[in-house]
């Protein structure tokens, strides 16, 4: 089965003012089958929505190939915006003064379809996102909850079958966001293969089939979310409370023992090499009369923050 989409060496650079070149993509190869909700993760400046502006034929590739659902995206452009939609996060892609159903038949007139079907549509979409009740009003009016579920309504509108989602959730309440995840995994089930950019690690577990982390343009790993401690190779973790710092600096000198971070309320976490290492911790905590400690895998958000580095608020 063609995948629904493939890159090979692609490779996206800037030119500044002072002439000096910014490399946004570097040789990236990616493949995500079709029907697969796949996540794109990353720190700000990594390359994410350059991705995706690249596969939606917004920006132009500076070499290398991209492919949707056989197509590329620079000799048939025609064919691969039919086949894809793109959601984006916060207030781009609607007009204020505009109702909601407003929004949607300026977008089909865009799309080239006729108004009987644009209308049929945007009406059957406005009751799927749960705003046909507020169809007539103005978006100047929608919270921001309501406001991506529009964007996701324009992105369904010429029925697409693959998704770009960059941020769809940013923002979003706990019970609007669940609200979200819902929809894309029924429309998951309806064969639709989504490409989801977030920042959200929880969002990306519980949603994704496959997630890629890339940074400064090239890709780190791609798999599981749910197997993330593969990314770290064999490591462990322990998880342990003491009310003592004095413990910890004997604990870091044992061997197989790679790092100690310090929770809330006195609470630890080791990080171990492999299962010998394990082990050994938590033996040393029994002789130290601790007696309660949880032993488990890396999650996907710390083989982020190992894989891509503390960097703080650098972009």
């Given at each position: 089965m063609e995948p629904a989409v493939h890159t090979s060496g692609l490779r996206r650079t800037y030119t500044r003012r002072r002439r000096d070149t910014v490399v946004a993509l570097d040789e990236l190869t990616l493949t995500i089958a079709q029907n697969e909700i796949h996540g794109l993760l990353g720190p700000n400046g990594a390359g994410k929505t350059t991705l995706v502006k690249i596969l939606s034929t917004v920006l132009l590739p500076s070499a290398g190939t991209a492919r949707v659902l056989g197509h590329d995206v620079v000799t048939a452009t025609k064919a691969v915006r039919s086949l894809v939609g793109l959601v984006l996060g916060g207030d781009r892609g609607l007009y204020d003064r505009l109702t909601a159903r407003r929004n949607l038949l300026f977008w089909g007139a865009l799309y080239r379809l006729d108004g009987r079907t644009a209308r049929a549509r945007a009406d059957a979409l406005l009751e799927r996102v749960g705003l046909a009740d507020r169809a007539g009003d103005p978006v100047e009016a929608f919270s921001r909850g309501m406001r991506q579920r529009l964007h996701l309504a324009r992105g369904l509108l010429h029925e697409p079958r693959v998704l770009f989602l960059d941020e769809p959730t940013s923002g979003l309440d706990p019970v609007a966001a669940a609200a979200f995840r819902r929809l894309v995994l029924d429309l998951r089930a309806e064969?639709?293969?989504?490409?989801?950019?977030?920042?959200?690690?929880d969002e990306a577990a519980a949603l994704c089939d496959r997630v890629t982390l890339i940074d400064r343009g090239r890709m780190l790993l791609t798999g599981d979310p749910a197997r993330a401690e593969r990314f770290l190779g064999d490591r462990e973790c322990v998880d342990f409370a003491h009310p003592d710092p004095a413990l910890i600096g004997p604990l870091e000198l044992l061997p197989g023992v790679t790092g100690v971070e310090r929770g809330?309320?006195?609470?630890?976490?080791?990080?171990?090499?492999?299962?010998?290492?394990?082990?050994?911790?938590l033996g040393w905590l029994l002789d130290r009369?601790?007696?309660t400690a949880r032993h488990g895998r890396p999650t996907l958000e710390e083989a982020y923050l190992r894989a891509v580095g503390d960097r703080g608020m650098r972009v």
């Open positions: 064969g639709r293969t989504f490409l989801l950019a977030t920042h959200d690690m809330d309320g006195g609470t630890w976490r080791v990080h171990t090499a492999d299962r010998d290492a394990t082990r050994r911790v009369d601790v007696l």
